[in-house]
């Protein structure tokens, strides 16, 4: 009877790998390494298997530690002294498989399309980046991507509904994003400078009509 049962039993489902990059060249490196350690500490275990993979601040690749999160760290250090992470072309080919983080945010939220919102928003910002910088449409470039800011932050960064050990990056994320939305909503009031496409191009329309 047991043999039966062992012989029409389905394997179990094999575990999708995740790789976690933390770290690199941002100014935020040590930010980042208390999120990579809320991200896996929140992985489900039972789905993913979680690859650590930590950046240097002269950008590079070295393996982490994700027992390090078993022995309850807050925080993943950067291993220097291990050797660097190289990734095959393809994940098929038997190595890690690299998740779009935003993708999967926004699936853990319970949004609907996560792909397709998670590709909307980088267009967004894209877009909306290359315009505001450029001067074009800064007005509307730069209320579209406050209000997108404004949104990412209560959904992404509600540091009051988080667990305590993540609720000081939580907060940190949500007070920048508070300012990058106040500094937005400065241009979409004042408008851009003068060495904006705008600016020139109302300038050229006066002289036009003179």
């Known amino acids: 009877m047991s043999m039966s049962t062992s ?17 690199g060249r941002s100014g935020e490196h040590e930010v980042s ?7 896996l500490r929140n992985l489900d ?6 690859i650590p993979i930590a950046i240097d601040k ?22 220097k002294d291990q050797p660097p992470v190289l990734l095959p072309p393809s994940p098929r080919a038997g190595g890690a498989e690299l998740v779009p983080y935003g993708e999967t945010a926004l699936h853990k939220r319970g949004l609907p399309l996560p792909a397709v919102l998670a590709f909307g928003a980088g267009v967004l910002e894209l877009v909306g980046g290359i315009a505001l910088a450029a001067g074009f449409k800064a007005r509307w470039s730069a209320l579209a991507l406050a209000v997108f800011t404004l949104l990412a ?8 509904s988080v667990p305590a050990e993540q609720q000081m990056v939580q907060q940190l994320m949500f007070m920048k994003n508070l300012a ?18 705008d600016q020139r191009s109302g300038a050229a329309a006066k002289l036009a009509t003179a």
Do not use: C, N
């Open 7 to 23: 012989a029409t039993s389905t394997p179990p489902p094999r575990k999708l790998r995740v790789a976690v990059l933390y770290g």
């Open 33 to 39: 390494l208390q999120s990579a350690a809320s991200v």
């Open 45 to 50: 275990r039972e789905r993913f298997e979680a």
């Open 58 to 79: 002269e950008g590079r690749w070295h393996p982490g530690d994700v027992a390090l999160i078993d022995q309850g760290a807050r925080t993943l250090p950067v291993f």
């Open 153 to 160: 932050t209560f959904i992404f960064h509600a540091y009051w």
């Open 180 to 197: 990058i939305t106040g500094g937005l909503l400065m241009v979409f009031s004042f408008g851009a400078g003068p060495a904006s496409l």
